[in-house]
């Protein structure tokens, strides 16, 4: 099946508020369903959570929007800009992440 990368990068105002409330909505969500193969935060150097990205496993473009579309993060607003990619795995594999 196709992979998507997703990134997005939180608003610089008001983001780690919103992200804090609406972060357990959006693992239950991404945990629920088993498009997403693995994915995360990533982070200032001050650790603190500044953007997300997960590589999602789709039947297609459509689908993988559509899935990135209903989001709790997304749905929230939390995000200043994001993208959606195709995307292919070359170096490794999932059994070794």
């Known amino acids: ?6 990134i997005a990068f939180d608003k610089k105002v008001g983001g780690a508020a ?3 409330v609406t972060r357990p909505h959006h693992v239950e969500y991404t945990k629920s369903n088993g498009k ?4 995360g935060p990533f982070t200032a150097s001050d650790d603190s959570m500044i953007g997300s990205f997960s590589i999602i496993e789709a039947t297609d473009y459509d689908e993988a929007q559509a899935y990135v579309k209903n989001d709790p993060y997304v749905l929230a607003g939390l995000f200043e800009r994001q993208e959606l990619h195709p995307w292919k795995l070359s170096i490794n594999s999932f059994e070794k992440v």
């Open 1 to 6: 099946m196709p992979l998507f990368m997703f």
């Open 18 to 20: 919103l992200r804090a």
């Open 36 to 39: 997403v193969k693995f994915g």
